[in-house]
């Protein structure tokens, strides 16, 4: 059963209030009334309503100002204001405008007209609020995951932020790989779920300081899959999913956990081999310090082909390039 719409009719001439009640009763609106601006701006507050029919010409506070005030107040400043008036007059609806109305209705009030305009805004400004609310669950959800990607990389010793770093890092080569903004949303989420299958790796083996059995190494190949099992049933994430399971793939088939090759990888996980193993050889570790610059450089080269996809190394490590050349280029200016 649809949600009944609030409708808060303002106007200090009784008639005008009658008129707008005989024209929007029985249209399935809860109807809420006031005389003057003050006390508009009071029951707007309490009522949140769906659309606001303001007249202009008010004593005391005028509808202009009282619009102003609407839009300053960021719990309502989203509400659809119509001002209805006998004012026709450019400089009348340009001062509406200004004070932040989204429509005018010139009186007399015309039945099919005013019915006609508070529906389609009631519809748009429940399209909007719905929107708002996806976005604001959507951006829950998202803090949600970054935690959860935090909490593991303090687990395994990452240092720094390596899943920040390596979700900006793959976003902007996937960018210039040519994948649209649109799913540039999932890859940055599935960067950062790269490896949150290690949450159901015990921690002797996460975080073992030496070499793995065979038996943990059997153990710890498993990780793409679980991750796979975790999120598989979070609708939202279902889009993530491919970095987490195919980042261990190679481009020769010698990867896991499917031991795929070549352009079955699918591309967004190829991106990621390149930049992961960019950043893990970036950063100290407890076990060694990080490699110098060009040996990351010949390395990347020497893993082309094998390793990685040849066609990502080669656009990875030009991006590289000119980010370091313009690091350089800014510390010779600023010495």
Not at 148 to 171: F, I, K, P
Not at 217 to 245: C, F, G, N, T
Not at 306 to 321: I, Y
Request: aromatic share 6%; with cysteine; charged share 25%.
């Amino acid at each position: 059963m649809t949600a009944l719409s609030t409708i808060l009719i303002v106007d200090d001439d009784s008639r005008g209030r009658e008129t707008l009640e005989a024209v929007l009763t029985g249209l399935g609106h809860n109807l809420h009334f006031c005389d003057n601006g003050l006390d508009a701006l009071k029951q707007a507050s309490i009522l949140q309503p769906d659309v606001i029919l303001l007249d202009v010409m008010m004593p005391v506070m005028d509808g202009f100002e009282v619009c102003r005030r609407l839009r300053a107040d960021p719990l309502l400043a989203d509400v659809p204001v119509v001002m209805t008036t006998a004012l026709d007059d450019k400089a009348s609806r340009l001062a509406g405008i200004e004070a932040g109305a989204d429509d005018f209705i010139t009186k007399p009030i015309d039945r099919m007209e005013i019915r006609a305009r508070v529906n389609t805004i009631i519809r748009l400004n429940r399209y909007r609020r719905l929107k708002k609310q996806q976005a604001d669950l959507l951006h829950a959800y998202d803090a949600t995951l970054k935690g959860w990607v935090r909490a593991l990389d303090l687990r395994c010793n990452e240092t720094g932020d390596h899943s920040r770093r390596v979700s900006l890092l793959t976003v902007e080569l996937a960018r210039l790989m040519g994948i649209n903004e649109d799913e540039l949303v999932h890859v940055r989420r599935s960067a950062l779920l790269h490896d949150i299958g290690k949450m159901g790796v015990p921690d002797s083996i996460l975080q073992k300081p030496g070499p793995l059995t065979e038996a943990e190494w059997d153990i710890m190949r498993k990780h793409p899959q679980s991750a796979i099992e975790m999120l598989k049933d979070i609708e939202y994430l279902r889009p993530a999913l491919v970095i987490p399971l195919n980042h261990h793939e190679r481009w020769d088939g010698t990867g896991y956990p499917r031991a795929i090759k070549g352009e079955e990888i699918p591309l967004t996980a190829r991106i990621f081999a390149v930049v992961d193993v960019w950043d893990a050889l970036s950063s100290d570790r407890p076990y060694r310090k990080a490699w110098p610059y060009e040996k990351i450089v010949e390395y990347m080269r020497e893993q082309s082909g094998t390793h990685f996809d040849p066609k990502v190394v080669e656009l990875f490590l030009h991006m590289m390039v000119g980010a370091q050349e313009t690091s350089q280029a800014a510390t010779t200016s600023g010495a």
